[in-house]
Antibody, heavy 119, light 107 residues
Framework: QVQLQESGPGLVKPSGTLSLTCAVS?????????WTWVRQAPGKGLEWIGE???????NYNPSLQSRVAISLDHSKRLLSLSLTSVTAADTAVYYC????????????WGQGSLVAVSS | DIQMTQSPSTLSASVGDSVTFTCRAS??????LNWYQQKPGKAPKLLIY???DLESGVPSRFSGTGSGTHFTLTISDVQPEDFATYYC?????????FGHGTRLEIK
């Protein structure tokens, strides 16, 4: 069974960098999956941050593209997220998820990591 | 970006009812539409992918239809564990986008 587990600081200062990792256990980390980050601000809906896969370069939401980087370490089975120049608007629960197949549904999710941006 | 619009924002139902959620895309997404259920404090759970394919382990009372820009999710015989928020998501093109969700509440 595939399991995803996010980890990282729960508090980041404004203008700082948000860094999270997602440990992937069980299943293949390659084979055409889209390893994805999604966030959810308190009381709000879901926002796709971006994804990475074996098939090409990472793909980011244009609204965050200038500040975000996503990478996948196959040997450590670790998905990473970096978001720079954060503001209070970046306060959210951050989820990692696995997208699969051509319809790319997110079939496995981490439990989520709450990150607050505050001084 | 493709905008996904869900209606209504809240739906009230009783156990045993049949309910239908609507999701519209701002342009055609063919059948690249997935549905998720989210309960408070939990990660979303995939229910239906590719408009109408039931994810493994999801009860058959959940069903999805649609194509192009108009999609629906139906729960027949609503159960107590179904009261949650439901999101649609298009995966036709990036950026992948979600609807704002429909909350199913107990009448």
């Amino acid at each position: 069974q595939v399991q995803l587990q996010e980890s990282g600081p729960g508090l980041v200062k404004p203008s700082g960098t948000l860094s999270l990792t997602c440990a992937v256990s069980g299943g293949s980390i390659s084979s055409g999956y889209y390893w994805t980050w999604v966030r959810q601000a308190p009381g709000k809906g879901l926002e796709w941050i971006g994804e990475t896969s074996d098939s090409g370069s990472p793909n980011y939401n244009p609204s965050l593209q200038s500040r975000v980087a996503i990478s996948l370490d196959h040997s450590k089975r670790l998905l990473s997220l970096s978001l720079t120049s954060v503001t209070a608007a970046d306060t959210a629960v951050y989820y990692c998820a696995r997208g699969t197949g051509s319809y790319r549904p997110f079939d496995f999710w981490g439990q989520g990591s709450l990150v607050a941006v505050s001084s | 970006d493709i905008q996904m619009t869900q209606s209504p924002s809240t739906l009230s139902a009783s156990v045993g009812d049949s309910v239908t959620f609507t999701c519209r895309a701002s342009q055609t997404i063919y059948t690249f539409l997935n549905w998720y259920q989210q309960k408070p404090g939990k990660a979303p759970k995939l229910l239906i992918y590719a408009t109408s394919d039931l994810e493994s382990g999801v009860p058959s009372r959940f069903s999805g239809t649609g194509s192009g820009t108009h999609f629906t999710l139906t729960i027949s015989d609503v159960q107590p564990e179904d009261f949650a928020t439901y999101y649609c998501q298009q995966s036709f093109t990036t950026p992948i986008t979600f609807g704002h969700g429909t909350r199913l509440e107990i009448k």
